[in-house]
């Protein structure tokens, strides 16, 4: 069983808060690797809009260690960043980190990422993925996904449901107006199927697993991404990593899924799965919904 830790933060980028600088990038890359080289067994750093990520390969014992090591990488991240007169975007400096444990073999790690939205946008897809049969038809055909998932809530001291028994009161739930979201999906048996992380400055993302028995295929995954999604204020806007500026005050947060495979403790990859043109349709939705979100912007902004 391996430990695979996410984290981002925001922590140097130009111009003005647009897009984490390619130096402070390959600052946090470095001292993961120096650094790490005993503690992980693979690690990647990338980059959606102005937030850096990074996903590092570990032993589950060594989870605060590892944890302590990514502060320290984002923190000479900034450092170069500052010797730059980059913007250095006040509270969103601070990192947010999850960990989820998969089986060493046969398993991928999609990594859904975005900068200024935050966790609770991820639930719908979630949803879409894991309970929703017109979205994943295996969870109708499929005898062990039959059996459902369970979902914890944030902040809602651990609160828990089962689908598909329980499907209606989760989304019941979800509309209660505490503005909580998803957390954590795991199997029936107690098996890590996707992780979201916490509420924090900077942005958020969601960790799914794939390709084993019992797990949403990347396709379903990606499916599940194709219908707009949206936070207060923002707009999710799926594209590839080369594509993803933060452009603050256009009504869209950028969002990023990239890709790996896990094979004896390494990271094969990455796939920039958005860099796709089969998501120009939902991109074309976005872009008018974030239009019309803006007209009303005086009112209700």
Request: hydrophobic share 40%; aromatic share 6%.
């Amino acid at each position: 069983m391996n430990a695979i830790t996410v984290a981002s933060g925001t922590l140097g980028t130009f111009p003005g808060r647009g897009r984490a600088h390619p130096r402070v990038i390959e600052e946090v890359a470095h001292r993961l690797k120096d650094q790490g080289r005993e503690l992980l067994t693979d690690s990647f750093v990338t980059r959606c809009g102005s937030s850096v990520a990074v996903v590092a390969v570990h032993d589950p014992d060594d989870r605060s260690d590892v944890l302590l090591l990514v502060r320290e990488a984002f923190q000479a991240g900034r450092e170069v960043a500052h010797d730059r007169g980059l913007e250095m975007g006040g509270d969103r400096n601070e990192a947010n980190g999850i960990t989820i444990e998969l089986p060493d073999t046969g398993t991928g790690i999609l990594v859904f990422v975005t900068d200024r939205a935050g966790p609770g946008t991820w639930t719908p897809l979630l949803c879409r993925a894991t309970a929703d049969p017109f979205f994943t038809p295996r969870l109708a055909t499929d005898a062990v996904m039959r059996g459902g998932y369970v979902f914890e809530l944030q902040g809602d001291g651990g609160r828990r449901f089962q689908t598909p028994g329980e499907l209606f009161d989760l989304l019941a739930a979800l509309r209660d107006g505490t503005g909580r979201g998803i957390g954590r999906v795991v199997s029936t048996k107690g098996e890590a199927v996707a992780v979201v992380s916490s509420p924090a400055p900077g942005g958020s993302f969601l960790v799914g697993a794939t390709g084993g028995d019992g797990l949403p295929h990347t396709g379903e995954w990606l499916r599940a991404a194709k219908t707009p999604l949206a936070d207060a204020g923002t707009v999710l806007f799926p594209v590839a990593v080369c594509d993803a500026f933060g452009g603050e005050g256009d009504g869209l947060s950028r969002s990023c899924c990239i890709g790996f495979q896990l094979s004896a403790g390494r990271l094969i990859g990455p796939a920039d799965l958005f860099d796709d043109p089969a998501f120009d349709p939902v991109r074309r939705e976005c872009l008018e919904l974030s239009r019309q979100r803006r007209l009303l912007d005086p009112f209700f902004s």
